[in-house]
């Protein structure tokens, strides 16, 4: 029994780790799919209409079913709040990062959006929401690791090196690569492109912020999700037809678009809003976004296979570093975890006698009392006629 209940905690330990880690892989993939999507011509804009439309439609009937004993109560704040969430998320955020996408390349766009760490923490410290204490070790080792990351990406960005000729990618040098490259980008280009996604991470930054707040007066997860996808679609419609005036950019059809649209919204808002919830609500905002650069990594090995991509020896050199960043702030949040888990603990009385009666902690008192409760109710919901 007793080693049931350490492998039970064990992977409730593990739990997080491995969600944010598919959360990535499902992100690498909306990457790849999204840029064939947007060098066929599709409008960024009506994609991100059809991306929430999807997300809406797959996840408001879970919500509607599934919480609707436990929704809260919509207050105005909450509402603007959540109207705020679909403005940052779905139109800026979204908008931003397709055009940033569009104007570079996969690998590229991941690698600037490996900045979302270092904007998400040092926008948590200065909401006081982490706590940056340099005289502890974990703080530094957040801070260290985020630096770290961010320089990785910077040298992925600047330095190229020679091409790394890869087992798999032996037998694509002889086809004709479907990503344009670097160098036939003009530098205008390229430095829009590189804004706007600089421009996106911010806002990704802020929904995760805002997020976070949010969760704690607005508990139902799924209700939250979705209500913020469909403000977003609402939103994103009224952008597009400011920003496109042709009705023809609606049309979609049994292509690489639709499935563009339906994989980004199903898996990359609805479930992947969803997961980064409940974990933020552990974990906190920074721990979620501190798995971002493995996103990069993964897209640069199926950008290889899938985009025939070519891997540079500075895009080995920056992953090295961002992995050893990655880990230096997952053992800081670690470490922190661990502390808080620690001073929950309650201490016994001082005073009390050692072979005297064992002292009943409030925290006990309160978790008999809650479990009181719900047995009483239980018994006069089952008496009920």
């Given at each position: 029994?007793?080693?049931?209940?350490c492998?039970?905690?064990f992977i409730d330990?593990?739990k997080?780790?491995?969600a944010?880690?598919?959360?990535?892989?499902?992100?690498?993939?909306?990457?790849?799919i999204?840029?064939?999507?947007?060098?066929?011509?599709?409008s960024?804009y009506?994609?991100?209409v059809?991306?929430?439309?999807?997300?809406?439609?797959v996840?408001?009937?879970?919500?509607?079913?599934?919480?609707?004993?436990?929704?809260?109560?919509?207050?105005f704040?909450?509402?603007?709040?959540l109207?705020?969430?679909?403005?940052?998320?779905?139109?800026?955020?979204?908008n931003?990062?397709?055009?940033?996408?569009?104007?570079?390349?996969?690998?590229?766009?991941?690698?600037?959006?490996?900045?979302?760490?270092?904007?998400?923490?040092?926008?948590?410290?200065?909401?006081?929401?982490?706590?940056?204490?340099?005289?502890?070790v974990?703080?530094q080792?957040?801070l260290v690791?985020?630096?770290v990351t961010?320089a990785?990406?910077?040298?992925?960005?600047?330095?190229?090196?020679?091409?790394?000729e890869?087992v798999?990618?032996?037998?694509?040098?002889?086809?004709?690569?479907t990503?344009p490259?670097?160098?036939?980008?003009?530098d205008?280009?390229?430095?829009?492109?590189?804004?706007?996604?600089?421009?996106?991470?911010?806002?990704w930054?802020?929904?995760?912020?805002?997020?976070?707040?949010?969760m704690?007066?607005?508990?139902a997860?799924?209700?939250?999700?979705?209500?913020v996808?469909f403000?977003?679609?609402?939103?994103?419609?009224?952008?597009?037809?400011?920003?496109?005036?042709?009705t023809?950019?609606?049309?979609?059809?049994w292509?690489?678009?639709?499935l563009?649209?339906?994989?980004?919204?199903?898996?990359?808002s609805?479930?992947?809003?969803?997961?980064?919830?409940?974990?933020?609500?552990?974990?906190?905002?920074?721990?979620?976004t501190?798995?971002?650069?493995l996103?990069?990594?993964?897209?640069?090995i199926?950008g290889?296979?899938?985009?025939?991509e070519?891997?540079?020896?500075?895009?080995?050199?920056g992953?090295v570093?961002?992995?050893?960043?990655?880990?230096?702030?997952?053992?800081?949040?670690?470490r922190?975890?661990?502390?808080?888990?620690?001073?929950a603990?309650?201490?016994p009385?001082?005073?009390?006698?050692?072979n005297?009666p064992?002292?009943?902690?409030?925290?006990?008192?309160?978790?008999?009392?809650?479990?009181?409760?719900?047995?009483?109710?239980?018994?006069?919901s089952?008496?009920?006629?």
């Amino acid at each position: 029994m007793e080693n049931q209940g350490c492998f039970s905690n064990f992977i409730d330990r593990c739990k997080p780790y491995m969600a944010m880690i598919s959360l990535q892989f499902g992100y690498a993939g909306m990457n790849i799919i999204t840029k064939v999507s947007l060098n066929r011509g599709m409008s960024h804009y009506v994609l991100v209409v059809y991306r929430h439309a999807f997300a809406t439609a797959v996840i408001a009937p879970f919500a509607i079913i599934l919480e609707r004993k436990v929704r809260p109560k919509m207050t105005f704040r909450i509402f603007i709040q959540l109207f705020i969430l679909g403005l940052l998320g779905p139109v800026i955020d979204q908008n931003f990062y397709y055009a940033g996408l569009k104007f570079t390349s996969p690998t590229f766009s991941c690698a600037m959006s490996n900045m979302l760490p270092a904007m998400t923490f040092v926008m948590a410290v200065l909401c006081r929401m982490e706590k940056l204490d340099m005289r502890k070790v974990r703080c530094q080792a957040k801070l260290v690791g985020t630096v770290v990351t961010v320089a990785g990406a910077m040298l992925m960005t600047l330095y190229k090196g020679p091409i790394l000729e890869m087992v798999w990618t032996k037998h694509l040098n002889s086809r004709k690569s479907t990503m344009p490259e670097n160098n036939g980008n003009s530098d205008k280009d390229w430095v829009k492109g590189s804004i706007l996604l600089i421009i996106a991470t911010f806002a990704w930054a802020s929904l995760f912020i805002l997020q976070a707040i949010t969760m704690k007066k607005y508990s139902a997860h799924l209700s939250l999700t979705a209500m913020v996808v469909f403000l977003g679609t609402l939103q994103s419609i009224a952008v597009t037809f400011v920003m496109e005036h042709s009705t023809s950019v609606w049309s979609i059809g049994w292509d690489v678009n639709l499935l563009a649209a339906a994989y980004a919204g199903i898996v990359s808002s609805s479930i992947a809003y969803y997961v980064q919830g409940l974990v933020m609500q552990k974990r906190g905002p920074v721990f979620v976004t501190a798995f971002s650069p493995l996103m990069m990594i993964i897209v640069a090995i199926m950008g290889s296979f899938i985009l025939s991509e070519k891997i540079y020896l500075g895009g080995v050199l920056g992953a090295v570093l961002i992995v050893a960043g990655l880990y230096s702030v997952l053992w800081g949040k670690y470490r922190e975890y661990k502390e808080r888990e620690a001073e929950a603990i309650p201490e016994p009385i001082k005073g009390a006698d050692e072979n005297g009666p064992t002292i009943t902690m409030i925290e006990d008192i309160d978790e008999n009392d809650i479990e009181m409760q719900k047995a009483a109710a239980k018994l006069s919901s089952i008496n009920r006629p």
